[in-house]
């Protein structure tokens, strides 16, 4: 720290050459990413709400207000008419929620100290870490021929440790959905916890099942599903961090309170305790000002960006590793190395990520990437190879 006050535009302009560092959103050139540049009108409400602390919401009931209100409002999307839920940091905050309340519920109603997770081989590392800080073992269902969870696989794992299931709606390498009817199935007759980690489809399978699109059912309307993770800040254009879990049953919230007896409420069940409130009035600002009619043109035209790109790909030669569900293309190239083409794409300014499951170029198509980039992409493509 400096010994003596300096002003504000210098301090600025430094900062400024930090920001020159990074990437922006509106080049089009960030094609990894489950995250976009956030609406405007988001960004507006989320700084009128920067002092705002959903930790000690007694002091902030307008903005715990709101928070109810965008709860129950995702809930609406999900078939739920009164979830129960918290807006948090992200995803990997969400699905750690999640598997919390399965195993406190798991060890209160059915004694299991050393419980298990099942997850496929697909799952976001996110669940890597939830284990690790909870004490759990994680059992790694099989992928089918599809690359989605292996219905026989999760059956064949279930075992009196178990204390919840874990399948996928948007997986984060490839964007498809797991046979979530199916597994839904199984954990409800096995009377066994089931999450859905939908942070990435969340927020456009239902206005793009709406749309007519060929989608299977994911959320609260299979009696098995337990809870769901959504995040706003993805295709919900909600600045980050703002992430979303949401639970059919308020005892979920319950297994995981503690007491909080200095705050204006007694008992606190979400991990952090310091919530900035901030992250709910944006959400609530941009779900407010889109409405289902303005998502669901957002998600149909990322969807034909989608396409798009995936048959220009297959034109140059390039194989196309699965049909997208979700706005999503994974690739590879017949003759080529796939990370020799992840770096040659490097050098020419794009950031592209390399899939582990299968090795695939990865390629996100958010908001932020328009019909012009992906052209400027596919003549690189051709020139590369």
Known sequence: ?????????????????FHKLDYDYADGRILGSMCTEAHPFAKEVFCKFLDTNLGDPGLFKGTKQIENEVIKSIGELLSIDEPYGHIVTGGTEANLMAIRAARNHARKYKGIVDGEIIIPASAHFSFKKAADMLNLNIVEAELDDNYKIDVDSVKSL????TVAIVAIAGTTELGLIDPIEEISKIAFENNIYFHVDAAFGGFSIPFLRDLGYDLPVFDFSLPGVCSITVDPHKMGLAPIPAGGILFREEEYLEVMAVDSPY????TQ???VGTRLGASSAATYAVMKYFGKEGYSKLANEMMENTHFLKE????LGYDVVCEPELNIVAFNHPDVETNLIAQKLEKLGWKVSVAKCPVAIRIVLMNHIKKNHLKELLEDLKEIY
Do not use: A, F, H
Request: glycine share 4%; proline share 3%.
């Open 312 to 315: 220009g790909l297959k034109e």
């Open 158 to 161: 279930i075992s009196d440790k």
């Open 263 to 266: 705050l204006t409420v007694k």
């Open 1 to 17: 720290m400096d010994e003596k006050p300096i002003d504000k535009d210098i301090i600025l302009n430094e900062l400024l050459e």
């Open 269 to 271: 069940s979400t991990i």
